[in-house]
């Protein structure tokens, strides 16, 4: 077949590059249309249960994670250039296009009561658009006697006070958030500067767009890498410009394919899709160093380049074909994790590996057929004196050392699955960015001042309309008493509810004494909601606490990023305590936001790492059982695949690198990766065995010796290529690189050295039982003989 297939690529070279050049036109076209994700990235299927919970509550109450904070430290928060200033970057913040909201010290509400009217009002403290000092100490006492902000807005404590700017929701998502982002940073840092006090940034809006940002940058840098990295290293392989040049021009072609099938399928470039372009470079690459170096090996057997590109073609095409489908494997399996994020970026790595397989095929011979022949200085690699070396010992050992390297494998595989058992699933919201990151510090400031940014929202359904304001108002008793539960432990923000909102009214009710700041007695209750009259109209800030129906009323609290392990525990502790107050029986309760969907996430990808990985190396052995017809052999072929991947999990655990979901990626990308090695020995042994009629030592020595240098090119250059992802300034990034290029080192190691061991250990234990269901005559007959 693949004779058929390289006669019509070698006689319509002109109709190939006709065809390939428009299809490249074409996705050229598609991949400038692409954009960037302004949407938090989504991990959780569509139907899992704390997903639908938390579409539920977004869907009743708007968004949870659309408020940016910005917050700093003074001894004197009432001090008159300070707070003037900070009012004027209040006013400032709420004309950018795009902002529903802002709530600082200098915009608070206050409730008052109207005796004409019978009703409660919310009115602006003050509206002056200059404080003097003698205002500012009227304002003071005014905002201290208001408990409802004490830990809200402003820590008197520490002297700590934040400004909340909350987004609209249609440019939350989209470009535009990075343009409001700035604008506000902008305006903040000139007050900074003005007042010679540090300025402090958070929230979910925030951190979205820092990380947006970088991955934007860092996908430019990456490709940059990719390029220099891999053309350096096929120049000190091939020492020839035209195998660079070729060699990238199929990276480049593989790269925008790549991205045009993402435009196509209606992808955008997340935090991780990002990472494809390099990643087809660097995947890509391996093709057309199997293909030039096995051009020029046949060149300096014959001097024919014709021929020497036919038999290219012919004899790595079977085997680039299957190698490759096994790294599309390692992508592809993310398919049948649900996950959206994971989904994309498997299904179009898939693709964009296939598709770069099937342009090295087309492109490489074709651009070598046009190019002058290569010349002595072009094919010294096919000596490299060192490597070749190695080789040579490497087949002494296999040929005589079987029993030394299965020790030693096994030496190093129980160290492995030692470090194993120290791993934990642990992930926090910003635990990518180096803890040097403004992000992070400033994640710190907020939690020491504040208890964090993070929202943790817990949504009661009373089960009946109306149902938040009958029973006199038992609800609001029971979520009283809810919120002194939480406020027992430290992660948790002081709440914002209905109650707290009652509690306000209440205060107001009694001409502003904050004793009584509480939740008045039910014949007060009773009066203070006559008073009120209604929870709907304009002015009355509860009604994003209840929804149209009254049937659903939500406890926002934010907390600190403890990592999703303490939360789990948080959860699981909080949990009975909940229904202790609010009965199955009668109500349903849910615990939701950004805080829990994130716990869920990273549990989420971990039982879906399993799933997908034994999907994987069942979809790899059935290609396995394809080449070789060998249950056996396709079986223990795999053991030199596996503890690569059992050592870099130990790794993991010895350093302390936790699983979450950028290093679950490792196993499932590596095990594809790795598994090519084994395809490229496999088939040149079958080919050895069955076309040359080798014997099984015979077949090894020269498969180690002809297949390995290539092998040893590829994992150079992909050892290198995934290296360059730890110059990425995202943890998770980093550790995806150098445990991806670990795991590729020692896979060359297992599959030159354990592999061939394997399969002559299978042949010696077969020609011994051979030799055993022999007749005695027979045996002492060849003896004798």
Not at 338 to 356: D, H, K, R, Y
């Amino acid at each position: 077949m693949w004779n058929y297939i390289a006669g019509k690529i070698l006689r319509n070279k002109i109709t190939f590059l006709i065809v390939l050049g428009l299809i490249t036109g074409f996705m050229v076209y598609e991949t400038c249309q692409i954009k960037l994700s302004y949407d938090f990235a989504r991990v959780l299927p569509v139907d899992d249960p704390s997903y639908m919970d938390y579409m539920s509550f977004k869907k009743k109450f708007g968004e949870d994670g659309n408020v940016m904070v910005i917050g700093f430290k003074s001894d004197n928060l009432f001090e008159e250039k300070l707070f003037n200033s900070w009012s004027g970057l209040d006013q400032k913040i709420k004309s950018i296009k795009g902002i529903k909201d802002v709530l600082a010290l200098t915009s608070l509400y206050n409730v008052t009561k109207n005796d004409s009217l019978h009703k409660f009002e919310f009115k602006p403290i003050s509206g002056a658009a200059h404080y003097s000092a003698q205002q500012l100490d009227s304002l003071k006492q005014i905002i201290y006697s208001l408990p409802f902000y004490d830990g809200l807005v402003y820590n008197k404590e520490t002297g700590a006070t934040l400004m909340a700017i909350t987004f609209n929701s249609a440019d939350l998502n989209s470009k535009h958030r990075l343009e409001m982002v700035k604008d506000i940073t902008t305006a903040a840092d000139a007050f900074a500067k003005e007042n010679n006090v540090p300025v402090h940034y958070s929230g979910m809006p925030y951190i979205r767009s820092h990380i947006m940002e970088k991955v934007s940058g860092e996908m430019g840098l990456f490709m940059t890498l990719a390029v220099i990295v891999t053309a350096v290293i096929l120049w000190l392989f091939f020492r020839s410009f035209s195998s660079v040049i070729v060699s990238l021009i199929v990276a480049a072609i593989g790269v925008v394919w790549s991205l045009g099938v993402m435009q196509l399928f209606g992808y955008k470039i997340t935090i991780l899709s990002g990472l494809i372009p390099p990643l087809i470079i660097v995947i890509g690459i391996p093709n057309c160093v199997f293909l030039i170096n096995k051009y020029h090996a046949a060149y300096v057997k014959h001097s024919n380049k014709m021929k020497a590109l036919t038999q290219t073609i012919a004899s790595m095409g079977g085997t680039l074909f299957l190698a490759n489908v096994t790294t599309a494997i390692g992508f592809g399996v993310l398919y049948y994790t649900n996950s959206p994020m994971l989904v994309e970026f498997g299904v179009v790595a898939a693709i964009g590996v296939m598709l770069t397989f099937m342009i090295s095929m087309i492109v490489a011979p074709i651009f070598l057929n046009y190019i002058a022949v290569p010349k002595a200085k072009h094919t010294t690699h096919l000596d490299a004196k060192y490597i070749n070396r190695l080789l040579a010992k490497v087949d002494y050992w296999v040929q005589n050392k079987r029993a030394q390297i299965y020790i030693v494998i096994s030496i190093i595989t129980v160290v492995g699955f030692t470090g194993m058992t120290m791993m934990h699933v642990l992930g926090h919201v910003v635990d990518d960015l180096p803890q040097k990151d403004p992000v992070y510090s400033d994640l710190h400031f907020f939690e020491e001042n504040f208890k964090g940014v993070l929202p943790f929202e817990i949504v009661i359904d009373t089960r009946e309309k109306d149902g938040v304001l009958s029973r006199n108002g038992a609800i609001l008793y029971k979520i009283n008493k809810l919120q002194k539960v939480f406020a027992k432990y430290p992660a948790f923000s002081k709440p914002l509810s209905i109650a707290e909102g009652v509690k306000f009214s209440y205060q107001a009710y009694n001409d502003g004494d904050k004793k009584f700041y509480t939740v008045p007695g039910a014949t007060d209750l009773k009066t203070l909601s006559e008073f009120t009259g209604t929870l709907t109209g304009q002015q009355n800030k509860l009604k994003f606490f209840v929804d149209s129906s009254k049937r659903y009323t939500r406890v926002s609290f934010q907390m600190a990023d403890v990592g999703s392990v303490e939360i789990k525990r948080l959860v699981a502790e909080l949990k009975p305590r909940i229904d202790s107050i609010f009965p199955p029986k009668d109500y349903d309760v849910s615990l939701t936001g950004h805080s829990l969907v994130f716990l869920k996430s990273n549990d989420y990808l971990l039982e879906n790492l399993y799933e997908s990985l034994a999907i994987e190396i069942l979809l790899e052995t059935l290609v396995g059982l394809a080449l070789f017809r060998s249950l056996r052999i396709v079986i223990l072929s795999k053991i030199p695949v596996l503890i690569p991947l059992v050592i870099t999990a130990g790794v993991m655990g010895f350093l302390g690198i936790n699983f979450k979901p950028t290093t679950i990626l490792i196993f499932s990308i590596a095990f594809g990766i790795s598994s090519d090695g084994t395809i490229y020995f496999l088939t040149r042994y079958r080919q050895e065995l069955r076309i040359k009629g080798q014997s099984v030592a015979q077949a090894i020595s020269t498969t180690i010796r002809e297949t390995g240098l290539s092998m040893i090119y590829t994992a150079i250059i992909l050892f290198s290529g995934f290296a360059i992802f730890a110059a990425s300034s995202f943890g998770g990034t980093v550790a995806l690189g150098i445990l991806v290029s670990l795991t590729l080192l020692v896979a060359i190691c297992t599959n030159l050295v354990m592999l061939p061991a394997i399969l002559l250990s299978i042949d010696k234990r077969k020609s011994r039982r051979a030799m055993l269901k022999k007749p005695l005559i027979e045996i002492s007959e060849e003896t004798e003989a």
